[in-house]
């Protein structure tokens, strides 16, 4: 195990061949401690061959996977990697009462796990400003990849994550699970907008949190059971801060921790629920490939809700409310929650739907990642579109903080038009190490 601090290199933006990761263009972090990729699998698996899974990342939303995964038929559970002590040896000692857990093997960080283990899938767990490395580094390896939503912490992180798992042709799960699950109410209601239920759609407004705010976290002491090298881990391809146990909770925690307020780490509450409503929009409006054009931020500059996001042919997505999801039309409306789906005449929520509108319906999120490998086919929640609905939510937050209109190009990926050099700026964060592209890594203060 390398201790040296975590190891990232850019790897440059796409070129116009999709899914081939280009060697000139923006910036991208992906992993550095990068030994040769193994040839895995290229044909379709039997269905009655074991997967061979690891954990990277283990807190509360770890915990809950953890449960399922080690559960699902047909998986056996052989890694678990977690930068913080406590938190790896709770995760072995809840593994060691499970005899389906019998092979799992304890590592430092999912680099390591990655590099070392026999594996075929992995599922990702991390705070988001370490989704990129670790997945890339997965599919590189042809590992396929579970990884929690938002799928990045940056837009160039994103379109790094997308194109790799597109070079790979790897199952990529995105857990954004209201594909999936929650009663099917936003898979019914993604049905109706596609099927034209409630005529043309106008408006979508979305009920989530507020935007990210800069760390401004004091130092604490490291616990006892963590290291410097510990810390770093931690850390990542984030720049350089002091330990706060606010962002990394000391011994293992029974909450969410607020790194996701902070822009450093994550997309605020925006982006952490965001993932989940603005990609029901995204999804029922068709544009799991595409994004909007035109962000304009509420008039008010202290404001935090009011931001409207327009596509091109005007259809405008609205940060306010407390409705979830909701859906104007020039016929009606259709509101989706994780527990109801009412529209404005019931008779709309009766209505039947062409066939052309319907949309899968595995029996969970898990399952159908599951069996997307077993079947050699996509998820409902890949990669690209993960990634489409994570730039949705930092555009939003780039608009927040900029606090002017934006014009934004969903092709090339990039502001155009006044205030396009500042907002560029934005498409990645500070970050510590970058490669040269002869090999060379150079280390950041950031």
């Known amino acids: 195990m390398n201790d040296d601090p975590a190891k990232t290199f850019n790897v440059n933006r796409r070129t116009a061949t999709k899914g081939i990761l280009a060697a000139a263009a923006l910036p991208i972090l992906l992993p550095g ?11 379709p698996r039997s269905g ?11 807190g509360i939303r770890s915990k809950n996977l953890l449960d399922q995964f080690i559960r699902a038929p047909g998986v056996r559970l052989v890694g678990l990697a977690e930068v913080c002590p406590a938190r790896r040896k709770t995760a072995m000692n809840r ?36 989704h990129a490395t670790n997945a890339v580094e997965a599919c590189r390896r042809d590992v396929h990849v579970y990884c929690e939503k938002p799928l990045s912490r940056t837009i160039d992180e994103g379109r790094a994550i997308a194109d790799a798992a597109a070079a790979s042709g790897v199952a990529f799960q995105v857990g954004s699970q209201q594909r999936s699950e929650f009663s099917r109410h936003f898979v019914r209601a993604a049905e109706f907008v596609r099927n034209g239920s409630i005529g043309d759609i106008e408006r979508v407004y979305i009920g989530v ?9 004091p130092a604490e002491p490291l616990p006892e059971d963590m290291s410097p090298a510990d810390w770093d881990r931690w850390l990542g391809a984030a720049s350089n801060r002091d330990f706060n146990s606010v962002l ?7 909450h969410y921790p607020a790194w996701r307020k902070y822009r450093e780490f994550a997309g605020g509450g925006l982006a952490d629920m965001g993932a989940h409503h603005f990609d029901i929009a995204q999804w029922a409006l068709r544009r799991d490939d595409s994004g909007p054009s ?84 996509p998820t409902i929640a890949p ?64």
């Open 248 to 254: 990394c909770p000391i011994g293992m925690h029974g």
């Open 33 to 43: 401690r990068l030994a040769p990729a193994t040839t895995r699998r290229t044909a």
């Open 383 to 446: 990669a690209e579109a993960g990634h489409r609905t994570a730039t949705v939510c930092q555009l939003a937050a780039i608009g927040y903080e900029l606090r002017r209109p934006l014009s934004w190009d969903p092709v090339r990926e990039e502001f155009t038009g006044d205030g396009a050099n500042e907002a560029n700026e934005l498409r990645t964060r500070p970050h510590r190490l970058t490669w040269t592209g002869s090999g060379e890594q150079i280390k950041h203060d950031a």
């Open 294 to 377: 035109r962000i304009i931020p509420p008039e008010d500059p202290t404001a935090v809700r009011g931001l409207r996001l327009v596509y091109d042919d005007g259809i405008e997505l609205i940060h306010d409310g407390s409705i979830d999801c909701r859906f104007e039309g020039t016929g009606g409306w259709i509101e989706a929650g994780r527990g109801y789906l009412r529209a404005s005449d019931p008779a709309i929520l009766e209505s039947e739907v062409d066939e052309s509108a319907r949309l899968p319906r595995p029996a969970d999120h898990i399952t159908d990642w599951i069996d997307a490998i077993n079947e050699n086919r």
């Open 209 to 217: 949190g507020d935007p990210p705010i800069a760390c401004d976290l």
């Open 48 to 58: 009655s061959e074991m997967i061979r899974l690891g954990i990277i990342g283990y």
């Open 95 to 130: 593994i060691a009462k499970d005899n389906r857990g019998e092979f799992c093997v304890s590592y430092e960080d999912g680099f390591e796990m990655l590099a070392t283990a026999d594996l075929d899938a992995v599922v990702i767990t991390t705070p988001d400003h370490a």
